[in-house]
């Protein structure tokens, strides 16, 4: 690695790539390109060890050894077992493997993870004769797979341990809801933190808990590497480690160290605990000499802030962390952290900028301002923002919203057009509630880009049975054209989730806001990421339905097949059903409710086969009749057929794509495929069956000459199965019903 440079990569947490890659080219790295969780680099040893010393916002730094093949175990297995181990792991070392991703043939990190040790086991005893020892919890080196759709990226974690354990918090002493440190940093990065301090300016944190802004802070100011204190390094392990030039990159940082001429930061609490804690991992960390630390109300901040009217004006960043609903304090006492936040911004020297960390988009009213820039990120499970204001900023901008039921509210937004979304939000919402009244369901569609500007669909979903009163809504923004300006869409995309909030009665926290990511994909969420289930009970066509709000790609009930499941439910009485792909497994629950003779629920995935069973036993339909099924399609229809069974209705919601199940197959693409796919479904269809195919793909053209021409006779039944709710999506919604012609079925 000494003699060029190697592709390197730094994790982040999601929204924090543009601020990761912008210290990476301040540590004068090469080609850097932020992605989707981190940037990519390129540099030496030593670069790579500056990075893993200097990165603020990284939570890890990893050398890409290789790309390969990962259509299945046994091309992963191959390509693993080709690289050259030898030269990366020194004899005796122990190993550990970690995997992230999935596709369709690799569903399971674990599983991948064990076939990539045990590549590099097979590796190393052919080389060397002796397999390496696994060590999960404390490895000598260890080994990173990122699985994507085709390949597989193989890295070395060269940092080791995450990169937000700094070294100065102490084990065992902690407040409530600590933010990681490298979250921490990458919000004061994105605040403009360093160019505040290098002018001179102040870092205030009133609600400071253990006071790891307040730290982050500080030791930007003075310029402190934050690796400094750490004990354990990943590349420590590694046969190419070169402990001279680490030493001289590490002396190089303890030598950059700024001396501290006077507080560059004050940072309090309310509670005595937490200014302890913070005192002494401020102590621990080195910095404490830079801070003033108090207990104390945040509303009584301008206090603890009078010894800055004589150093003269430098400007000033006051950051909070404010406690919130379902982690911290019950929603009841947000108003009272609010008004001491406010109160605390008030009275802030002129100038200064905010930034504020919160779920509640309630923030704004609160301030009575408009952020500048809203960041989407998670902290921990919870999906949060980041807030950022300027107090000398736009003036305040406030909408008042009358919600469905009835309660006056001033939610401020930030841009004027949100009023209009505000209102249309309301008009539609009114009206579908007393739609889903007559239709018995108690999850609906309010809004699908109805306004051009605001392209985004909310749904909302009221609890029943044991989630009764529980509201929540999820917020979708759809993909934005590059024409679109980010920061304003940003800003409307925050408006929309605050007015969303304040119209449809749903506490802010229950508002599951996904943001669109260039490069993230759409239907994942926030960066990608799996969040915390969100279990609801919800109620559809007088069935009880328990669903994941934040299941991935969709809550379990997508919503716009609600017409395809009634039509399923219609044709059900007395058939053996197959519903395959069963993401619309609730359609499994809505045949056997209307007395399906058998069913069975076909998925790839096996977590999605268990979720339909899940909700068929809550429904108490179980025992030998319902049948679970966790097995690619395609092959699942080629075993029917072979055992020459036969089904009386079919439910066909195929994936857009899967991929090739063995070398040379090929892989599955609907728009190519799907007649191909549907003569095979059909001909497992008792006489008289029926085969429901849908799909929500705007792109599709169903090629019915080429399904005809198999002799079936296929039924346009699109706009009788499209939901009232669903209307401005009409384009995108298929379905077809298809069965045998009089021709004779032929014979399987
Ligand atoms: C989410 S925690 C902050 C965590 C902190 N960022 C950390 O990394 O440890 C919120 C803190 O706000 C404090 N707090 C709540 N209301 C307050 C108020 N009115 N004034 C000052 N502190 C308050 C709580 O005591 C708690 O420590």
Same mark, same amino acid.
């Given at each position: ?15 924090? !790539? ?110 060397? *004769? ?14 990173? #797979? ?48 360093? &160019? ?7 870092? @205030? ?41 680490? &030493? ?13 001429? &006077? ?82 911004? !008030? ?32 902290? *921990?499970?919870? !999906? ?33 057009? $949100?009023?209009?979304? @505000? ?33 985004? $669909? ?16 999820? #917020? ?61 009970? #919800? *109620? ?43 993401? $619309? ?12 003779? $058998? ?40 075993? %029917? ?23 040379? %197959? ?47 006779? #296929? ?34």
């Amino acid at each position: 690695m000494t003699d060029g440079d190697r592709e390197l990569f730094a994790r982040c947490a999601g929204g924090f !790539e543009q601020v990761l890659g912008q210290e990476l080219r301040a540590l004068r790295m090469r080609r850097v390109r932020p992605q989707v969780g981190g940037a990519i680099f390129f540099g030496t040893l030593a670069d790579a060890y500056r990075a893993c010393l200097w990165l603020r916002a990284a939570t890890r730094v990893q050398l890409v050894l290789a790309r390969v093949p990962a259509t299945d175990a046994d091309a992963l297995h191959q390509g693993v077992a080709a690289l050259p181990w030898e030269r990366h792991v020194p004899p005796g070392a122990t190993i550990a493997v970690d995997a992230h991703g999935e596709n369709p043939n690799l569903r399971n990190t674990r599983f991948v993870a064990l076939k990539v040790k045990d590549a590099i086991c097979d590796r190393l005893r052919a080389v060397r *004769g002796t397999r390496p020892d696994v060590d999960a919890r404390n490895p000598d080196l260890s080994v990173n #797979v990122a699985v994507h759709p085709k390949k597989a990226t193989v890295y070395l974690n060269l940092s080791g341990p995450s990169l937000h354990r700094r070294g100065y918090r102490q084990d065992g002493a902690q407040t409530e809801a600590p933010l990681k440190e490298t979250l921490a940093a990458s919000v004061l990065l994105a605040a403009g933190w360093p &160019d505040i301090a290098r002018a001179g300016g102040c870092l @205030a944190d009133p609600m400071c808990g253990s006071g790891t802004l307040a730290i982050e802070a500080a030791m930007i100011a003075a310029n402190v590497a934050p690796g400094l204190l750490r004990a354990r390094w990943g590349f420590e392990g590694w046969s190419c480690h070169d402990r001279a030039l680490w &030493d001289e990159v590490r002396g190089e940082a303890q030598g950059r160290r700024v001396q501290a001429a &006077d507080i560059r930061v004050v940072a309090g609490d309310a509670d005595p605990r937490a200014v302890e804690i913070a005192r002494a991992n401020a102590r621990r960390a080195g910095v404490a000499d830079l801070m003033r630390l108090h207990v104390g109300d945040a509303a009584d901040l301008a206090r603890h802030l009078r010894f800055l009217q004589a150093r003269g004006d430098a400007g000033g960043l006051m950051v909070a962390n404010p406690p919130y609903g379902r982690r911290l304090l019950s929603d009841a006492d947000l108003p009272g952290v609010n008004a001491a936040l406010s109160a605390a911004v !008030e009275a802030l020297p002129a100038g200064w900028r905010v930034a504020v960390i919160t779920p509640d988009t309630g923030v704004d009213t609160a301030l009575g301002r408009i952020p500048e820039q809203v960041i989407a990120c998670h902290n *921990g499970p919870i !999906e949060t923002w980041v807030r950022l204001y300027r107090t000398d900023s736009a003036p305040r901008l406030t909408h008042e919203v009358v919600s469905l039921a009835g309660r006056r509210q001033q939610v401020s937004v930030s841009e004027p057009n $949100s009023a209009q979304f @505000a209102a249309r939000l309301r008009k539609v919402a009114k009206e579908r509630v007393r739609w889903a009244r007559r239709a018995a369901t108690s999850c609906f569609r309010v809004y699908d880009a109805d306004l051009p500007d605001y392209a985004l $669909s909310v749904d909302l979903y009221v609890g029943v049975a044991a989630s009764e009163g529980d509201r929540y809504a999820v #917020v979708r923004e759809h993909r934005r054209p590059r024409s679109v300006d980010a920061q304003r869409a940003a800003r409307r995309f925050a408006d929309a989730v605050a007015l969303v909030s304040a119209t449809l009665d749903v506490p802010a926290g229950q508002v599951l806001a996904h943001q669109w990511q260039e490069g993230g994909d759409p239907s994942s969420g926030r960066g990608g990421r799996r969040a915390a289930p969100v279990p609801l009970c #919800v *109620g559809e066509g007088g069935l009880t339905l328990t669903i994941d709000l934040a299941g991935r790609p969709d809550t379990g009930l997508p919503l716009g097949q609600r017409g395809v499941r009634e039509l399923v439910g219609s044709l059900a009485p007395g058939t053996r059903f197959a519903n395959l792909t069963a993401t $619309s497994g609730a359609a499994s629950v809505y045949a056997a409710a209307a007395g399906a003779a $058998s069913t069975v629920s076909v998925d790839a995935f096996p977590d999605r086969v268990d979720w339909v069973r899940t909700i068929m036993a809550a429904n108490s339909f179980s025992g030998s009749r319902h049948r679970f099924v966790s097995v690619d399609l395609r092959s699942w229809l080629e075993r %029917e057929l072979r055992a020459h069974h036969a089904y009386d209705l079919i439910l066909c919601v195929p994936p857009a794509w899967m991929p090739a199940r063995a070398p040379g %197959e090929g892989d599955w693409e609907l728009r190519r495929d799907h007649v191909a796919l549907l003569g095979k479904a059909a001909r497992l269809l008792a006489p008289g069956g029926r085969l429901v195919f849908a799909c929500e793909r705007r792109e599709l053209r169903v090629d019915v000459a080429a399904l005809e021409a198999l002799g079936l006779c #296929v039924e346009d039944v699109s706009d009788r199965t499209l939901p009232h709710d669903f209307e401005r999506s009409a384009a995108a919604h298929r379905c077809h019903v298809i069965r045998w012609g009089d021709r004779a079925r032929p014979r399987s």
